[in-house]
């Protein structure tokens, strides 16, 4: 039983350009949330969705910053236009339930933008 | 606003020993308490959990303490086991409400050989 993938594992990027986070739940989950982890920083939650639904977004920059789970395929976050404050990890985790408590984490996405 | 503090960023504790974890919370609306460990390079893994209605939650080397009135949560690692070394997450969250996961800063644990 696999559990939350994510890819790639590290991304660079110029100033600029778009970076595209990818997300595959565990099986069966339907609720997927993102995190971002600055360094010598906590997680902060980013945005929590379900299939083809953003539940909460409050977490997430307004701008350049958006975030998908489509019916098929894995969640995508996507950050255009990067600059180097976005440098950091990306987490993603899911559950199977909404108000279970516990999620299951990704490996995480590491953005260096340069 | 630091809902979540974990006020020591690392600790050192020999092995054998028991490694306590402390763990400070704003929200009184939070019902639900996680600690999560976490390697280099790799996502946090859940460890243990409590719910507000309870004071102690117990799992083998680990327990997790739980003080209401005080806004505080404690996990205690008896005895203390080189692969215990890592960086620990306590984390909050209101499930009544929403599923967002608050997070404190962590604590980098080494265990000393």
């Known amino acids: 039983n696999a559990g939350v993938m994510q890819n790639p594992r590290h991304l660079v990027r110029r100033r600029g350009q778009e970076a595209r986070l990818r997300c595959s739940p565990m099986?069966?989950?339907?609720?997927v949330y993102w995190y971002r982890q600055l360094p010598e920083e906590g997680l902060k939650f980013m945005v929590y969705?379900?299939?083809?639904?953003?539940?909460?977004e409050s977490g997430m920059p307004k701008e350049r910053f958006s975030a998908e789970f489509p019916k098929e395929g894995p969640s995508i976050l996507r950050i255009q236009q990067v600059v180097r404050g976005d440098s950091a990890a990306y987490f993603c985790?899911?559950?199977?339930?909404?108000?279970?408590?516990?999620?299951?984490f990704g490996p995480g996405t590491r953005l260096l933008v340069l | 606003d630091q809902q979540v503090k974990q006020n020591s960023p690392s600790l050192s504790v020999q092995e054998g020993r028991i490694s306590i974890l402390n763990c400070d919370y704003t929200?009184?609306?939070?019902?639900?308490f996680l600690w999560y460990k976490k390697y280099p390079a790799e996502g946090p893994t859940f460890l243990i959990s409590?719910?507000?209605?309870?004071d102690k939650n117990e799992d083998g080397r680990f327990t997790v303490f739980l003080n209401k009135s005080a806004k505080h949560l404690s996990l205690h690692i008896v005895p203390s086991q080189p692969g215990d070394s890592a960086v620990y997450f306590c984390?909050?969250?209101?499930?009544?409400?929403?599923?967002?996961?608050?997070f404190g800063k962590g604590t980098r644990l080494h265990i000393l050989p």
């Open positions: 929200n009184s609306m939070f019902d639900y």
């Open positions: 409590i719910s507000s209605i309870k």
């Open positions: 985790a899911s559950s199977p339930v909404a108000a279970s408590g516990t999620q299951y």
């Open positions: 099986k069966g989950h339907s609720h």
């Open positions: 984390a909050a969250l209101y499930r009544n409400r929403d599923d967002k996961i608050i």
């Open positions: 969705l379900q299939k083809e639904n953003i539940i909460d």
